[in-house]
T-cell receptor, first 114, second 114 residues
Framework: DTEVTQTPKHLVMGMTNKKSLKCEQHMGHRAMYWYKQKAKKPPELMFVYSYEKLSINESVPSRFSPECPNSSLLNLHLHALQPEDSALYLC?????????????FGDGTRLSIL | DQQVKQNSPSLSVQEGRISILNCDYTNSMFDYFLWYKKYPAEGPTFLISISSIKDKNEDGRFTVFLNKSAKHLSLHIVPSQPGDSAVYFCAASASTGGSYIPTFGRGTSLIVHP
């Protein structure tokens, strides 16, 4: 069982819909991440939260809006997405932002945009 | 431009033999390297890591070798087992210089035949 829980596992939405992806961890990790992964590609970093504050935004379009309500939760709000946004969205956490801290990944949300 | 390269998209090995997965990097600031394993429909799982002050790190059947002068690392799995069949991602990070978030390679799909 993964220690990082992501919901939902699958999501199909239209381009005008608004939906949210959720991520939860109870390992006391202070860094949380959103990645996007397309087939046969590596995970691409989208956002990093450190101590509940946004520390990195990798020039992600504003139709993706992250939120960190508390140290255990990370949300990704979606609005007016495009078909090319269809991908696997992975959440991860680590003790801190330092690169020598292994990341713990959730199983992802498979997102399809119609 | 890819800073972390896994040039073999796939590798097929017989059970009991050694699997060698390779990874090359271009950023000389990288000083910490990680390997992740990913099964279908699951998120990546941390496997093993190595700091640039070492040239070898071993954990059970898994050994990672680092050749800093060649900017090359490899993951050895011996003996290989069918349960090792997965996609293996190499990742690299820097403790200074702004690249402390790991950069992932494209992955190598390992198939271990019984």
């Amino acid at each position: 069982d993964t220690e990082v829980t992501q919901t939902p596992k699958h999501l199909v939405m239209g381009m005008t819909n608004k939906k949210s992806l959720k991520c939860e961890q109870h390992m006391g990790h202070r860094a949380m991440y959103w990645y996007k992964q397309k087939a046969k590609k590596p995970p691409e970093l989208m956002f990093v939260y450190s101590y509940e504050k946004l520390s990195i935004n990798e020039s992600v379009p504003s139709r993706f809006s992250p939120e960190c309500p508390n140290s255990s939760l990370l949300n990704l709000h979606l609005h007016a997405l495009q078909p090319e946004d269809s991908a696997l969205y992975l959440c991860a956490s680590s003790h801190s932002e330092q690169g020598n801290q292994p990341q713990h990944f959730g199983d992802g949300t498979r997102l399809s945009i119609l | 431009d890819q800073q972390v390269k896994q040039n073999s998209p796939s590798l097929s090995v017989q059970e009991g033999r050694i699997s060698i997965l390779n990874c090359d990097y271009t950023n000389s600031m990288f000083d910490y390297f990680l390997w992740y394993k990913k099964y279908p429909a699951e998120g990546p799982t941390f496997l093993i890591s190595i700091s640039s002050i070492k040239d070898k790190n071993e954990d059970g059947r898994f050994t990672v070798f680092l050749n800093k002068s060649a900017k090359h690392l490899s993951l050895h799995i011996v003996p290989s087992q069918p349960g090792d069949s997965a996609v293996y991602f190499c990742a690299a990070s820097a403790s200074t210089g702004g690249s402390y978030i790991p950069t992932f390679g494209r992955g190598t799909s390992l198939i271990v035949h019984p």
